[in-house]
């Protein structure tokens, strides 16, 4: 076999542990970990000394919107910007202008991310009746998994969210049960639709009205709702983002009792509300930031495997989107953009020793891979696809409004001027340079689908 890429000198990460070798890359795969005295005849040899080699990382939970709304990122510019973050496999979600609700939507939504993605992508689809007929129809148009809400379209957004809303509980267990049927995985925002129609009367300019106004209750119900519906319906149930310590007392009490997983997101993981109030409208993410306590239980969550993926809810906004409600968190548009700090977040957990970074491997990558049917990617084993990173623990990530590359920098406020431990330095899809201090501008990225890429 003539080796493509030799990659030398570094630590590479692997589900037992790290080890010291050269991986080897062949046709886009990777063909194998030599041995450090090895001697290897490659085309391409790069040194990696210092530096350790991880998957590629597959981030389930992404918000690029595309085509929509050009102002808060286009393909090109954000999966630049997955490349920037080490991000290879990036999961698009439906909500978008009208949603991603039918087979003939996927398609366009395919052909028009694969014209200029540069990094691998996968759709979700959004059910538009609770039928069988529509279901499946979606199911086979090569959507990576199903989304729904459980809370109503935010007025004036009806046409994103045709399919996705589903307040009704009898809607939402039909959802599960047309959705167990195809195998697919269900995506579920939870929130108690009936929770958040009865928030009080609030101070709309404080940070700390929105986690008032969606408390952890809300989520903590509809999880628990949801995970008893599902006791019936066995879909293969994903809870979104967790955020607080309700919530993952509910999700450790029904463990066992069918198949569901659980993510979180590094903004849950690294902030307080403190930080909402600091920040303002720019840190309003649905569902909130919570409080010291919440985060230590997250972390808790992720060391007892209770909580098995991370994910970056990347969702950018436009300056002037986020500045036309600064002083209302009731009104401002709810999401942060995040899909170039998720890494560094995590590197900088591992050099607090949070996590390690096997740990991050699996949460980041493996994981989400085993979770959405992937067997081609998510870790570095001979004949997994060669999405490769390599991270440096001794250099540091300094981000700055302008170090982002994402359309929606400017309002990424949470990350201004944030200083993490760990850098990566180099992003590779099938073997290829995409990114390396700056993207390469390689658009290679390929339609994902549960039954590989197409
Ligand atoms: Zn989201």
């Known amino acids: 076999m003539s080796i493509d890429l030799a990659i030398t000198g570094g630590v590479i990460v692997t589900p037992d542990g790290l080890h010291?070798?050269?991986?080897?890359?062949?046709?886009?795969?990777?063909?194998?970990?030599?041995?450090?005295?090895?001697?290897?005849?490659a085309a391409q040899t790069i040194d990696a000394t210092g530096q350790h080699i991880l998957p590629g990382l597959i981030d389930i939970h992404c918000h690029i919107r595309a085509p929509a709304y050009p102002q808060r990122g286009t393909v090109a510019s954000e999966t630049r910007a997955c490349s920037a973050g080490g991000i290879t496999t990036v999961f698009e979600m439906p909500i978008t202008n009208p949603c991603c609700n039918t087979p003939e939507q996927v398609v366009l939504r395919r052909d028009h991310f694969a014209a200029s993605a540069h990094v691998d992508f996968g759709l979700y689809g959004a059910p538009l009746s609770l039928t069988e007929v529509a279901v499946d129809a979606l199911a086979d148009s090569g959507i990576i998994a199903f989304k729904i809400f459980t809370t109503p379209a935010p007025p004036g957004r009806e046409v994103e969210f045709a399919g996705l809303a589903w307040p009704n509980e009898a809607d939402q267990f039909r959802a599960l049960q047309l959705i167990a049927r195809t195998g697919l995985p269900v995506v579920v925002h939870a929130e108690s639709a009936e929770i958040l129609a009865a928030a009080p009367q609030l101070d709309q300019t404080d940070g700390r009205s929105h986690g008032l106004a969606r408390p952890p209750l809300a989520e903590a119900l509809a999880v628990a709702k949801?995970?008893?519906?599902?006791?019936?319906?066995?879909?293969?149930?994903?809870?979104?983002?967790?955020?607080?310590?309700?919530?993952?007392?509910?999700?450790?009490?029904?463990?066992?009792?069918?198949?569901?997983?659980?993510?979180?997101?590094?903004?849950?993981?690294?902030?307080?509300?403190?930080?909402?109030v600091r920040v303002g409208v720019a840190a309003k993410i649905n569902p909130p930031i919570r409080h010291a306590a919440d985060r230590a239980a997250l972390w808790q969550a992720i060391a007892d495997g209770v909580i098995t993926l991370?994910?970056?809810?990347?969702?950018?906004?436009?300056?002037?989107?986020?500045?036309?409600?600064?002083?209302?968190?009731?009104?401002?548009?709810?999401?942060?953009?995040?899909?170039?700090?998720?890494?560094?977040?995590?590197?900088?957990?591992?050099?607090?020793?949070?996590?390690?970074?096997?740990?991050?491997?699996?949460?980041?990558?493996?994981?989400?891979?085993?979770?959405?049917?992937?067997?081609?990617?998510?870790?570095?084993?001979?004949?997994?696809?060669?999405?490769?990173?390599?991270?440096?623990?001794?250099?540091?990530?300094?981000?700055?409004?302008?170090?982002?590359?994402?359309?929606?920098?400017?309002?990424a406020r949470l990350s201004h001027d944030e200083v993490f431990r760990g850098k990566l330095s180099r992003s590779f899809l099938a073997g290829q340079t995409i990114w390396d201090s700056i993207p390469t501008g390689l658009a290679t990225g390929r339609f994902v689908t549960p039954k590989g890429p197409q």
């Open 20 to 41: 010291r070798g050269t991986l080897l890359v062949a046709d886009g795969k990777i063909a194998g970990i030599a041995a450090v005295d090895d001697s290897v005849d």
């Open 226 to 276: 949801l995970l008893t519906m599902n006791i019936t319906a066995q879909a293969k149930l994903h809870i979104a983002h967790v955020t607080s310590s309700a919530t993952i007392d509910i999700l450790r009490q029904f463990s066992g009792t069918s198949d569901f997983t659980a993510e979180t997101c590094p903004h849950y993981l690294r902030y307080t509300e403190e930080d909402v």
């Open 310 to 411: 991370v994910t970056t809810d990347h969702a950018g906004f436009s300056a002037a989107e986020k500045a036309d409600h600064a002083d209302n968190f009731l009104t401002a548009p709810p999401g942060h953009p995040g899909t170039e700090c998720m890494l560094p977040a995590m590197l900088d957990a591992v050099a607090q020793g949070k996590v390690t970074l096997v740990d991050v491997m699996r949460l980041l990558c493996k994981n989400a891979a085993t979770r959405f049917g992937l067997s081609d990617r998510g870790v570095l084993a001979s004949g997994r696809r060669a999405d490769l990173i390599m991270v440096d623990m001794d250099a540091q990530t300094r981000v700055t409004e302008t170090s982002l590359i994402t359309t929606a920098a400017p309002v």
